[in-house]
């Protein structure tokens, strides 16, 4: 019989035990990375939720237990570069240094245009690569083309893996609005290559001459008529002159995307979806999961970044609020004020009335000092503590500020314990690391160790 996974404590708080993950369903990142097949790791989410960070912190730790890694971000803002000491990141991979360990780690940014360069340089002739650099047309495309930063972050991974360089490549994926775009590029730029309107523009080009521009005129002159009037005649030219240039690489295009896809799929790559203890970015999470397993693309687990957590979680929200109130009721602190004032007071009718006479009796002060403090118990108990409970109202403030701000912690963490239960009810099947938050941002290797540490639980 396969044995229960482990329970939380009835005992323990409710506080603690919304902190814990079952041992069966934490991420073992460590095992991960020190797995030698595992060749890829794909940090993917929405944006804002730390892609860069954990892929980097991924990355520094694998190559501190032994791993020679490139880490491959497409995040435009230079994070990466400044946490890991590097002057610049660029497409080329550039070495870490003082990684501790016996491995190496490299990191590059990727350059979608100059990606683009290289490729056409690659697989065209001089002159035809030549022509195409030139060509307007392909500059505004390789410069910021819908979906092309996500197929040239497809084409640098097939690179990276080609050369074997590295025994780990670590992707951080583009923050684009769907971080799945990464996995929808090679499809989407067959469907484009293998489209009506390439094909089309192709034709005159391969008929050639006078032929092929009385086939334009004749067979598509709706089409030219309105796109010559939308783009303009240069532009048109400048389309139907890249695609006659580009029409030996098409294939090699498809070939290189598909390729690329089905190595994502291979047992050697890991996902890691990542995502922060939020509804929205949770939501995106879930669909994440979902669509990876509709790919049949590996997933490792979800990274849960910047959980909050409390150094005195036993103390509850509402236990906190009320002392809160309490302090700040004014009506308390004066009671206690006028018992202090009034046992002494001339306004206090049982301690008023004439001054005794016979003082012989009475013992001299340091008799009565030391009679009063070890012998003679005090007629009400609350005179003594009296003087310590008129504390400061600035102090008491202060505290009851104190109190509240707990007060607001706690809802956090259960508003928190509540999204990651949603998300673990609908994929129990999914293994999690939490990352406890950082009091600050990550700026350094130190604080991509820490987020490593954190990682590894």
Not at 306 to 335: C, F, K, M, T, Y
């Amino acid at each position: 019989m396969t044995p229960e996974p482990a329970r939380t404590s009835d005992a323990a708080p409710a506080s603690d035990a919304a902190r814990t993950l079952d041992a069966s369903r934490a991420l073992d990142v460590d095992a991960l990375i020190d797995d030698r097949r595992t060749r890829i790791v794909v940090c993917c989410g929405s944006g804002g939720v730390g892609k860069t960070t954990t892929a980097a912190a991924i990355g520094l730790r694998a190559a501190e237990r032994g791993r020679k890694v490139v880490v491959l971000t497409i995040d435009p803002a230079r994070r990466l570069a400044q946490s890991m000491g590097i002057d610049r990141l660029d497409n080329v991979p550039r070495r870490v240094k003082e990684v501790e360990g016996d491995g190496e780690l490299h990191a590059m940014m990727l350059d979608m245009k100059r990606t683009f360069d290289e490729i056409v340089e690659a697989h065209a002739d001089k002159e035809r690569a030549a022509a195409i650099l030139g060509n307007p047309f392909y500059q505004s495309l390789s410069a910021g083309f819908a979906g092309t930063q996500e197929y040239m972050a497809m084409e640098k991974l097939g690179q990276l893996r080609s050369r074997d360089e590295w025994d780990l490549i670590v992707v951080d994926t583009p923050p684009s609005r769907s971080a799945l775009d990464f996995l929808d590029a090679p499809k989407r730029l067959g469907s484009f290559l293998d489209g009506k309107l390439i094909r089309l523009l192709m034709a005159p080009a391969k008929v050639g001459g006078r032929a092929g521009m009385k086939f334009l005129n004749v067979g598509m002159s709706m089409m030219t008529g309105a796109l010559g009037k939308l783009l303009g005649g240069p532009l048109l030219r400048d389309v139907q002159t890249f695609v006659a240039a580009m029409d030996t690489m098409f294939g090699g295009f498809r070939t290189r995307a598909d390729a690329t896809y089905r190595l994502l799929q291979a047992p050697g790559t890991a996902f890691l979806v990542v995502a922060s203890p939020e509804r929205d970015a949770l939501r995106e999470a879930a669909y994440f999961v979902e669509r990876l397993a509709a790919d049949d693309m590996p997933l490792a687990g979800l990274v849960l970044n910047r959980v909050h957590g409390s150094g005195a979680a036993q103390l509850s929200a509402e236990r906190a609020l009320a002392a809160a109130e309490n302090l700040e009721e004014s009506g308390i602190v004066d009671q206690e004020g006028g018992k202090v004032g009034g046992r002494n007071s001339s306004d206090n009718p049982a301690t008023s009335g004439p001054a005794p006479t016979e003082t012989s009796e009475l013992p001299e002060t340091s008799e009565l000092s030391e009679t009063s403090e070890l012998s003679e118990p005090t007629a009400d108990p609350s005179a003594a503590a009296a003087p310590s409970a008129a504390a400061d109202p600035s102090v008491e403030r202060l505290t009851a500020g104190l109190l509240r701000l707990h007060a607001e912690r706690m809802q956090l963490l259960a508003r928190e314990q509540r999204t990651r239960d949603r998300f673990t009810a609908l994929h129990p099947e999914v293994a999690v690391a939490e990352v406890a938050a950082l009091p600050g941002d990550v700026h350094d290797l130190a604080g991509l160790r820490a987020i490593g540490d954190r990682l590894a639980g």
